[in-house]
T-cell receptor, first 114, second 114 residues
Framework: DGGITQSPKYLFRKEGQNVTLSCEQNLNHDAMYWYRQDPGQGLRLIYY???????QKGDIAEGYSVSREKKESFPLTVTSAQKNPTAFYLC?????????????FGQGTRLTVV | AQSVTQLDSHVSVSEGTPVLLRCNYSSSYSPSLFWYVQHPNKGLQLLLK??????LVKGINGFEAEFKKSETSFHLTKPSAHMSDAAEYFC????????????FGKGTHLIIQP
C-alpha cells in the first residue's frame, strides 16, 4: 500500500537531548512537510521540502532541523534549542506545490519531554 | 493573505441526526478548500476538496460541503451522524497549492451522543 510512515509513534526526550523523528513515503511525491500540532491550535508548518537536497523554513522552524537526502525520506530533528517540544508531530507529502493538490498525512509521532 | 475560521470549537449531535460544521475563509485569490478528519492520536484524512469545479462537493463517509463565494463559507454537512464520525475536523484553505500553502482552522471537535 502506498502511504506515509512515521516512526516512532511515541517518543520521550530528556531535557537537553536531540531526537530525530522519521518520515518515509512511497507515494513518489516530490514535496514533503513537517507540522506541529498543539491542542486547540490547528497545525503549524515547521519545514517543507519541494525537492531532494532542498528545504525551506516554515512558520515555526526555530529549534528544529531537517534533511532531504532521498526523495522518500524527510527526517525531523528536534534540538535542545526547542524550548517546548512536547507536541504531536505530523509529516505530510504532496505531488507538488503548484496547482490544487491536497496533502497526504502520516499517523503522527507524539513527543513528550520527561 | 488567507485565513480560515471554524465557528464552533465543539459540536454535539445525537446519532442519526444531521451534522453541520461551519467554516468561513478569507482569501485574496480563488482558493482551494479542504476538509480533513482526525481521529484521536491519528493523522489527518482528506474528507473532500473544492478546487473551482462544482460548488457542491461530495466526500467520503456521506459528508458533503458547499462552496459559497458570496458568503465566503465552506460548511461541512452530513444527513445522519454515526458514532464513528466522532473526531476532530479541520477546514483548510490554500491559494497556491501544496502543504506549505495550507492554512488550517483550529478544528471542531464533533461529539456524537448515543
Amino acid at each position: 500500500d502506498g502511504g506515509i510512515t512515521q516512526s516512532p509513534k511515541y517518543l520521550f526526550r530528556k531535557e537537553g537531548q536531540n531526537v530525530t523523528l522519521s518520515c518515509e513515503q512511497n507515494l513518489n511525491h516530490d514535496a514533503m512537510y513537517w507540522y506541529r500540532q498543539d491542542p486547540g491550535q490547528g497545525l503549524r508548518l515547521i519545514y517543507y521540502s519541494q525537492i531532494v537536497n532542498d528545504f525551506q523554513k516554515g512558520d515555526i522552524a526555530e529549534g528544529y532541523s531537517v534533511s532531504r537526502e532521498k526523495k522518500e525520506s524527510f527526517p525531523l530533528t528536534v534540538t535542545s534549542a526547542q524550548k517546548n517540544p512536547t507536541a504531536f508531530y505530523l509529516c505530510a507529502s504532496s505531488v507538488g506545490t503548484g496547482g490544487r493538490t491536497e496533502a497526504f498525512f502520516g499517523q503522527g509521532t507524539r513527543l513528550t519531554v520527561v | 493573505a488567507q485565513s480560515v475560521t471554524q465557528l464552533d470549537s465543539h459540536v454535539s449531535v445525537s446519532e442519526g441526526t444531521p451534522v453541520l460544521l461551519r467554516c468561513n475563509y478569507s482569501s485574496s485569490y480563488s482558493p482551494s478548500l479542504f476538509w480533513y478528519v482526525q481521529h484521536p492520536n491519528k493523522g489527518l484524512q482528506l474528507l473532500l476538496k473544492y478546487t473551482s469545479a462544482a460548488t457542491l462537493v461530495k466526500g467520503i463517509n456521506g459528508f458533503e460541503a458547499e462552496f459559497k463565494k458570496s458568503e465566503t463559507s465552506f460548511h461541512l454537512t452530513k444527513p445522519s451522524a454515526h458514532m464513528s464520525d466522532a473526531a476532530e475536523y479541520f477546514c483548510v484553505v490554500s491559494t497556491r497549492g501544496g502543504a506549505d500553502g495550507l492554512t488550517f482552522g483550529k478544528g471542531t471537535h464533533l461529539i456524537i451522543q448515543p
